[in-house]
């Protein structure tokens, strides 16, 4: 059974930092590329950044490039999300998802219950 | 704002249909067909209903169907079931990354 667990979420302040986790299993980690998507308070989804099978590619939405870094760990079947100079709009709740596509990377087959990262003085 | 546009709420009878719309843009639904459907649950795991406009996967009902004109994108819903209220999102693919809509609650009254 795939599984994907998600922690590391909290308060914390504006301009400060946070690390996020999920825990994959019941699949070949290596084989997948993993992305974070996110959901603020009373909003839709957000997609937010993924990386490729082997971490060669990293990709994010235009609002945390240089502030966010997905990173993955196939030999831990880890993934990670780093947040730097947090701010109050990135308050959310964080999903870790398995992304699918047979030419690209469009769709989302597996998702974790989430985290929720909250930004607040 | 999001993306894509959809309905905030809809409603219907158990045994029912209902359509869920979902619009957007030539650069985005219109443009590939890559749109997806999520089922949610508030407090867990969003389930993946619909994939390339109309398929299913594994273990999703066939009560359950997707289909694409021009720019918006319907999830239809038959024979409507109370295991069926929750939020629904779509989601379609933009060029370099994917958009979601603002997703839409289904009450079954």
């Known amino acids: 059974e795939v599984q994907l667990v998600e922690s590391g979420g909290g308060l914390v302040q504006p301009g400060g930092s946070l690390r996020l986790s999920c825990a994959a299993s019941?699949?070949?980690?290596?084989?997948?590329?993993m992305n974070w998507v996110r959901q603020a308070p009373g909003k839709g989804l957000e997609w937010v950044a993924n990386i490729k099978l082997d971490g060669t590619e990293k990709y994010y939405v235009d609002s945390v490039r240089g502030r966010f870094t997905i990173s993955r760990d196939s030999a831990k079947n880890s993934l990670s999300l780093q947040m730097n100079r947090l701010r109050a709009e990135d308050t959310a709740v964080y999903y870790c998802?398995?992304?699918?596509?047979?030419?690209?990377?469009?769709?989302?087959?597996?998702w974790g219950q989430g985290t929720l990262v909250t930004v607040s003085s | 704002q999001s993306a894509l546009t959809q309905p905030r709420s809809v409603s219907g009878s158990p045994g029912q249909s209902v359509t869920i719309s979902c619009t957007g843009t030539s650069s985005d639904v219109g443009g590939y067909n890559y749109v997806s459907w999520y089922q949610h649950h508030p407090g867990k795991a969003p389930k993946l209903m619909i994939y390339?406009?109309?398929k299913r996967p594994s273990g999703v009902p066939d009560r359950f169907s997707g289909s694409k004109s021009g720019n918006t994108a319907s999830l239809t819903i038959s024979g409507l079931q109370t295991e069926d209220e929750a939020d629904y999102y779509c989601c379609s693919y933009a060029g370099s990354h994917v958009v979601f809509g603002g997703g839409t609650k289904l009450t079954v009254l």
């Open positions: 390339d406009v109309t």
């Open positions: 998802a398995r992304g699918r596509g047979a030419i690209v990377i469009n769709y989302f087959d597996y």
């Open positions: 019941g699949f070949s980690f290596s084989n997948y590329w």
